[in-house]
């Protein structure tokens, strides 16, 4: 079966970093996407990680180990825009599996 | 360039009606990815299609579910004998090549939101 967990919501302030962890489980691995959607639109990429490591995009780094089964997103320099929901997923063979998604609301 | 395009945005039906629902890849997309998502979830995986074939089917829920790609271009969802609990986001996805072993990303259209009464 497939398992991935993050947490359901989050808050952090303007200007602040704020770190969006995700665990999965699942029966095989291919990469694991991180996606923002905003309320009543389509997701819109934002990382993709195979190898471990940290990736860096501008205010966006995603981090993954595979040994662990854990990914994080990490946004820096938060700005009102960025309240969304951000969505984990892990590929396996040609279709994404995601988890619930984790609503970040940041304040002013 | 324009990106994947679905319509309605948004569908009303009734009970037992028969619906579908279309999306436009963007072109040149090779594969084709149908999702459902219910209010608070993630998008769940429903179908994909490599060129006309449908590649995977395993995520269809039951066979009132059912979805063509007939050029390999246009894809169209149907939906028979509608239920209440078939309400929810359809969003269709595409991306130039299968996933598998790659880093293709799946481009997402806005979704039609369909309601059963």
């Known amino acids: 079966g497939q398992n991935i967990d993050q947490p359901t919501e989050m808050t952090a302030t303007e200007g602040a970093i704020v770190q969006i962890n995700c665990t999965y489980q699942?029966?095989?691995?291919?990469?694991l996407f991180w996606y923002q959607q905003h309320a009543g639109e389509a997701p819109t990429f934002l990382s993709y990680n195979v190898l471990d490591g940290l990736e860096e995009k501008g205010r966006f780094s995603s981090f993954l180990s595979r040994s662990k089964g854990y990914s994080y997103l990490l946004l820096k320099e938060l700005q009102m825009k960025d309240s969304a929901s951000y969505l984990c997923a892990v590929i396996l063979y040609s279709t994404l599996t995601f988890g619930k998604g984790t609503m970040l609301l940041v304040s002013p | 360039g324009a990106g994947v395009s679905q319509t309605p945005s948004n569908k009303v039906t009734e009970k037992g009606k028969y619906v579908e629902l279309r999306c436009d890849p963007i072109s040149g997309h090779t594969a084709l990815y149908w999702y459902r998502q219910s209010l608070g979830q993630g998008p769940e995986f429903l179908i994909y299609?490599?060129?006309?074939?449908?590649?995977?089917d395993s995520g269809l829920p039951n066979d009132r579910f059912f979805a063509v790609r007939p050029e390999g271009s246009v894809s169209t969802l149907k939906i028979q004998r509608t239920e209440r609990g078939d309400s929810a986001v359809y969003l269709c996805?595409?991306?130039?090549?299968?996933?598998?072993?790659?880093?293709?990303?799946?481009?997402f259209g806005p979704g039609t939101r369909l309601t059963v009464l």
């Open positions: 699942t029966s095989g691995f291919n990469g």
């Open positions: 996805a595409s991306s130039p090549t299968r996933l598998a072993g790659g880093s293709d990303t799946q481009y």
């Open positions: 299609f490599q060129g006309t074939g449908a590649a995977d």
